[in-house]
């Protein structure tokens, strides 16, 4: 692990391996253990996965805003490897952070790796769930959060819920979001609510993107990643069977080898340190 000073904060960030480094971006409420299932890529990338601010052993204020968590990565990445451009990844939360690390620091990113998440910003109707969330978490503490999440992110079909992997996913999964501070639990989902609709921004890019969805996801359904990724020009979008929301963690040899695929096809430019 290393500790990564910014201006107003720490950012503890997990470093392993060598070679093109690979920025993974965890998603809410959880922290850099989400990624654990692609140790095995740590012969082939430099691994930096840090524990976004305010959530796992990151000091430092709850996060304000997406943009704020995306200029945060950036920085860690400069601090980490300076010079390089890096693969980015992330997952639900992590996923809008990556995007906004394209759009606001382009020339630290190799390619986009977009997993189970969505360009387009929440409706009036998610919005309002997600404040009234906040609300039971401030009330009742982050065990409301396990309670009303866990059941959605994992796949539900009976082949899935059999995965030997299964209950260490879970196990892990629940200890993440109970471990998450309130303050940061309540930040983070008024962040998510005021995340702006990224459409647009996406409809020109030029950076390569794999987008990553499980096909049993029900947040970001297949459908809704297909959308986006018709958006993005050059985009390709892979399907993970007998997985929900959690793809990294419950299908790590399928989306480790989507990823391997992804990166190993960029042309040798992007790859350019």
Not at 18 to 35: K, N, V
Not at 241 to 267: I, K, Q, S, W, Y
């Amino acid at each position: 692990m290393r500790d990564v000073p910014l201006a107003d904060t720490t950012l503890r960030v997990h470093d392993v391996g060598g070679g093109e480094p690979l920025l993974l971006l965890h998603g809410f409420p959880l922290d850099h253990r989400m990624w654990s299932g692609q140790e095995a890529l740590a012969g082939r990338h430099r691994l930096l996965a840090p524990d976004q601010r305010g959530f796992g052993r990151s000091g430092g204020s709850a996060p304000s805003s997406v943009e704020q968590l995306a200029d945060d990565a950036a920085a860690a990445l400069t601090a980490l490897a300076p010079g390089a451009r890096a693969v980015v990844c992330g997952l639900s939360l992590g996923g809008y952070v990556a995007q906004h690390v394209a759009i606001r620091h382009p020339d630290l990113v190799a390619a986009l790796v977009l997993v189970d998440t969505k360009l387009e910003a929440d409706t009036p109707d998610a919005r309002a769930a997600r404040h009234d969330l906040a609300a039971r978490v401030q009330h009742a503490g982050t065990r409301v959060l396990a309670e009303a999440m866990l059941p959605r992110l994992f796949a539900a079909s009976a082949v899935a819920r059999c995965s030997p992997q299964r209950g260490a996913a879970e196990a892990l999964v629940r200890a993440m979001i109970l471990g998450t501070p309130v303050a940061t639990g309540t930040a983070a989902l008024a962040a998510l609510a005021a995340r702006p609709d990224m459409t647009g921004a996406f409809a020109t890019g030029t950076v390569p993107t794999l987008l990553v969805c499980g096909a049993e996801d029900v947040i970001t359904p297949p459908e809704r990643m297909a959308a986006d990724a018709a958006v993005i020009p050059g985009a390709r979008l892979a399907v993970v069977p007998r997985c929900g929301h959690m793809t990294p963690l419950e299908d790590p040899a399928a989306f480790n080898a989507l990823l391997t695929e992804f990166v190993d096809g960029l042309p040798r430019r992007e790859r350019r340190a």
